[in-house]
């Protein structure tokens, strides 16, 4: 489009793949959540960091409770009981441990 009033509109960022692992060390894949296990949420691009981290680190030291998860990401998607992230990868990748499972 051309002329004063023209702009183009950014896509938002998007989740590209979520992955399990056993435990904290971003190693070993895991199949079936559990206690210390970690999810990790890829995007396409850099977030914002949900307004609450300095993107231009390598790592945000804002710890997000699960209401704000279940706020960020939906809420319908269940990782347990209890649970807390953090941004990673300059606000590109967001990182979930779950403190206690569904079932305990």
Do not use: H
């Not at 990673?88 to 079932?103: A, D, H, M, P, S």
Request: glycine share 8%; net charge neutral.
């Amino acid at each position: 489009a051309k002329g004063p009033y023209a702009f183009r509109l950014k896509s938002p960022p998007y989740i590209v793949s979520v992955t399990i692992y056993e435990g904290t060390r971003l190693a070993d894949y895991d199949t079936v959540l559990g206690v210390s296990d970690s999810i990790l949420l890829s995007f396409n691009t850099q977030t914002n960091g949900a307004g609450r981290c300095n993107c231009s680190a390598a790592a945000c030291d804002a710890v997000f409770t699960k209401s704000q998860i279940d706020s960020l990401f939906m809420a319908n998607l269940i990782y347990g009981k209890s649970y807390t992230g953090r941004w990673q990868t300059f606000c590109q990748t967001f990182l979930i441990t779950i403190q206690e499972e569904i079932g305990e």
